[in-house]
């Protein structure tokens, strides 16, 4: 039996998201003078926490978190892939990989029987909202832009889990289904697989065309006769009731029962819900809709509507083909995008604030820039380029702008405001770690942060688990103070017993990072001194020493570890659902299949419409089949 | 803008809307006080009792040792209102002072009176949390005096989502286990839910009525048709939407919004930048306008109002502070300056002032309910706003010695222009229990009954 997904959502096996929340409050920066040992102030790792009147309780936090997963479907192949490890420090990292490639068969976790894991009901997001209406009834205005921000679980909105609906959220979906059915009940014209004259063919003749063509598409399958009736028992009503038009002008009968229509059926769970009923197995529609969702974040096509009606999308080999197709759309793009966005929070630069005493050359255009910078190098990567996790990493390009590649000061500059692919000395800057989004939100407002950075490797790129400071620990950052070096400023960060368990993991994958200052500019010292940037992995399949950024992409395009997380991050995206132990050959399949293609981002996409988690369901517990 | 007359006069005259409703908001028909009209009838002169929850993030309030204390203080802007004012001192939000999560994160739940449970949401120190687990009371309350009003309850954020997402900090309501109820933040938003049936027709409004609970009715159907085919984790996930679409199909019946008097559709004036720390008073102005008109037209009884979510680390760049170099607007991290010791004066000189500005918005709160007359009172007289924060300190995280107070009448429910001081650990879950009874809604406990011994001893 499949663990509930309300469970697994809320598992504590969870990712790598300390990042976001831990760098959106950036450590208090100590404001009363810092004691000093040999003129460089001592980083205050460790202090009480001041207590009023009575003990305060501290709770231990990761105390459940070591808890064995003991439930009997895990086997041992299966915690291969999910089983955590903790460390001296109170963390948990990511397992061990075994990839199973063609030429050497270990144990795989794959059996004859398809095992899928749980499948939970997913509300479409805003994001998918706006993009499904912009696709069913060429209505781009935004609609969700009011609903309100998405939970997040395990760094991506889309997390079935957390997706619950409140008063104020269906009132909301309610104002946006009647706008949007005003709009297009004005222009019918967009409303696909629809064209019928009420005036030639009667009212009841083109309302019954109507209820089949926007029902099909809306419910993303065909409509049971029962519900065809019952949509028409709406349009009936509307048309008794009347509507107005934007104007305030009464709208033909005809055109009131169709706007009804259109406002029941978007307020429908058909609609809002991704619903897969069909019985113990998918659905063509369900498994259409399956593909759309991941790929585009929208709904189906009318050729994959239609492949779906026809019932060939069923087959793996079916869904590949459809899937090969799709990807070909800049729909598929725009999803690429998605993803990267929510995995590393690149986006958050809007909220970033620098000292301008400090970096007397950030300003407010930089966000902007810098996130476009790397939205468009990731799909020059992916889609135009080498399209594999290594160039991700390592590519001695970006995509800049002249008044971006002026302020990095990076020699090799672009002409103009348009983007372009422009070559960018290796020696200083490759891949997505050196560009300035990363790096600036990696940082604080007055310094770089070594810990934040190498927190951000940790737990994005090796999908381990960095615990929070002890409770009684009050942080205090150590202010940049002439002379010294961020590398000695937190330095009691490896010789403190206290803070060493957890920062020998984190900050040696920062301090690589310094020749970039907090801002994102490329540097060769600080404050006078030139910039040690040499690093070292440890807890890892690649530990070593290591120098600069291009070293420790070197280590990660090397690492099975950190290809295994980013084929696990793009699972938790794809399927909007944390992995479970039942999911060992989904993410085998994966694994494999992203090694054969070379580590191909795309391929990788296909991958996932291949596996046992998509293209099967599991039975439902307690539910009717 | 002020509605015209021939609209009150639809209103009035339809034969859904309570009389005892428009008592509290003006006019009648015939230009008579509604009051006079209403006594003609001899309808009982009613006037609902409200409450508003008034959130400021990260605790740092310091009340004055006694009532007389307010000049130089942080309550100072207050002053106007002190005899309307309980201040209570030495509460403790036992419910909350322990895992999951952190402080920040397990003090949000105060108004369950219950801790969080477990999940995967990151706290400021990385700790993990998930929802609180249980109803919170204003819901509790929203449920028993709100029947009638369109909205059982209206829950209204000041820039409360800013980390990119619903999360534990950025709610303070909830409708049960696990069911967040997220604010509102954007007053334009919040305008149209409100107000944009104000001064439409009988007619439209009959028609729109109709047109919309035939729509919920089919959804309804499709809801009943669904969920026997899922599974039970999915089938509680849609019965929590039924339950909502339930709701507001409910409040298409509930005709509150009368027009009148003191009820008038607010203006919002151009739109600001949501997301702009600058606009942080503006928009919170903008939110409070609309509350105040909400209230004053019957729309709801029941408020929270949050500034900002716990934690808030966000800068104050209207404001200013001068650290003996000039007056300078305050860019600081408000969490970070909450987390010096107390002897950086700077650090608490700056938090001063946020703190005298947050309660300069409570003085405004409240000017604008004084200014609506019930009766021989005001609106005010009516309402209890409910001044609370989720920790006591930011450099103690504490969640002992929590203070509270409440602003307002509260309809006459206890004494106020007084201080109300705790000794040893009394649980906030207490105060809850008296907020419920004081709003009419009889309980002896609630929240964690763990962490809850019956009403607050000595409010009454």
Redesign the interface.
Known sequence: MPASPDAIGRSREKGSRFLRNVTTLPLPELKTPPPTQGGLPVLQCVTPRPRIGREIKVFEHFGARHEPRSAPWVGLRAALFIGIVVTGCDGAIDAPVTVVTPDSQPLSACTAKPQPGPSPIRRLTRQEYDRTLRDLAADTTHPAAEFGAEEEALGFSNNAAALVTSPGLAQKYLAASEAVAKRLSADLTRVKGYACDPAVKGDDACASQFVDAFGTRAFRRALTPDEHRALLGVFATGRTLGAVDAAGQPVLPFIAGIELVIEAALQSPDFLYRTEVAGSSLSDFELASRLSYLLWGSMPDEALLAAATAGHVHQSAEVKTQAERMMLDPKARETVAEFHRQWLDFDRIHNVGKAAAVYPQWSQALPDLMEHETNAFIEQVVFEGEGTWDALLTAPYSVVNAPLAAYYGDPASSQGTAFQKTAIDPARRSGLLTQGSLLTVNAHSNQTSPVHRGKLIREAFLCDVMPPPPKEVVINVPEPTPGSSARERFAQHSSNAACKGCHTLMDPLGFPFEKFDGAGVYRETENGKPIDDSGEITASDVPGAFRGVGGLAAKLTASPRARHCYVKQWFRFGYGRGETAIDACSLEQLDTQFEKSGRNVKQLLLGLTQTDAFLYRSPIDGGAP | MKLSRRVILRGASGAALALPMLESVGCAPSGEPVRAVAAKKEQPLTFPKRIVFFYTPNGNLVLPPSMNDFAGSHLEPLVPFREKMVLIKGLDLLAN????G?PHQQGMAMLTGRHL????????????S?WAAGQSVDQAIGTEIGKGTRF?TL?VGVQS???????VRTVLSY?GN?????N???PY?LY??LFSQLGADLT?IN?DR???H???S??K???SA?T???????????E??L???N??DT?LDNPSGIPGGFCSQPNVGAPLNLTDPANYGAIGTLQMDLVSMALACDLTRVVTLQWSAS?N?R?YPFLKYDDGSGLKPI?D?E??LG???D??V??WGKLAVIRRWYMSQLAYLMGKLAAVKEGGGTMLDNTVIVWCSEI?AG????H??APFMLCGGAGGAWATNRMLQFVGDVPHNNLLVSLMNGMGVPATTFGDPEHCTGPLAGLV
């Open positions: 002072n322990f895992g999951p952190e449970n477990s999940g995967s949401q990151i706290g400021g120190d990385g700790s993990l998930g059982k829950n989502t800013q980390y990119g997402g619903t999360e409708a696990d069911q967040p109820i997220a509102e933040t954007s938003a149209n839910q439209s028609r109709n047109r919309r035939s729509v919920l089919f959804v159907s499709r809801f669904l026997p085919r899922l599974s039970a984790a999915d089938r509680q996930k849609l929590q939407h339950d909502a679409v709701e507001i409040r934690t680390n800068p860019a991290d969490h970070i987390h010096q010791p002897t950086d700077h650090a006591t450099n103690t995280h504490s002992l010695d």
